[in-house]
């Protein structure tokens, strides 16, 4: 089955760019997503990439796709205390039969 | 309507006793999914649903596990004779048909067995 693989911590500095990876195994994934979580709460959709796009930014959010790496990082400009949090990279070939794919989780922490 | 909500957001049980969880998804999503997170682990796909039909079960843990649609609408996780193994948070998320790119999950239901 699909594999996503992502680094379990970053450490940043308050202000700084935070980048979180993630790879993956199947390449028939078609959208690639990043939820957020927080103690205690749900998982927030944060933003999704097709699997025919490269890169995809939202405000302070920058989602780069290579495809040929298998390869999904997640860029935070000028990263907040508020963004504290775990966050997941998930998977899915987009027909809902098996849901989405999560990786385990990459807990951001930053540093004042 | 805010979102996906689930009940209770906590629940104690002692091993062996049946539990039931409850999920209701945002009103206009037709597809409903229930996934099942450990410890410091991603959330695990379980099953989903299109509208009353369930559409996928294969990935239910055990045969413990059953979940039910019965009017499209609200949904329910049933665990019967619970083990300690089956703590852990269960989530809920919705989507439109066709639109998995906006699943949105609820706050989860938080099993413990003790």
């Known amino acids: 089955g699909e594999d996503v693989e992502q680094s379990l911590f970053l450490s940043v500095r308050e202000g700084d760019s935070s980048v979180i990876n993630c790879t993956y195994t199947d390449s028939s994934s078609t959208y690639l997503y990043w939820y957020k979580q927080e103690p205690g709460a749900g998982l927030q959709l944060l933003t999704y990439i097709f699997s025919n796009m490269d890169m995809k930014q939202d405000q302070r959010l920058t989602v780069l796709l290579n495809k040929k790496d298998k390869h999904l990082s997640l860029r935070i400009a000028d990263t907040q205390t508020g963004d504290s949090a775990i966050y997941f990279c998930?998977?899915?070939?987009?027909?809902?039969?098996?849901?989405?794919?999560f990786g385990k989780g990459t807990h951001l922490i930053i540093q004042p | 309507d805010t979102g996906v909500s689930q009940d209770p957001r906590h629940k104690i049980t002692k091993r062996g006793q049946n539990v039931t969880f409850r999920c209701d998804p945002i009103?206009?999503?037709?597809?409903l999914y229930w996934y099942r997170q450990t410890l410091g682990q991603g959330p695990e796909f379980l099953t989903y649903?299109?509208?009353?039909?369930?559409?996928?079960k294969s990935r239910l843990l055990s045969d413990r596990f059953s979940a039910e649609r019965p009017k499209g609408s609200f949904s329910t996780l049933e665990i019967q004779r619970t083990e300690q193994g089956d703590s852990a948070m269960y989530l809920c998320?919705?989507?439109?048909?066709?639109?998995?790119?906006?699943?949105?999950f609820g706050q989860g239901t938080r099993l413990t067995v003790v």
């Open positions: 649903f299109q509208n009353e039909a369930q559409l996928e």
């Open positions: 998930a998977l899915t070939s987009g027909g809902g039969a098996d849901g989405l794919t």
């Open positions: 998320a919705s989507s439109f048909p066709g639109r998995n790119t906006e699943a949105f």
């Open positions: 009103s206009e999503h037709n597809r």
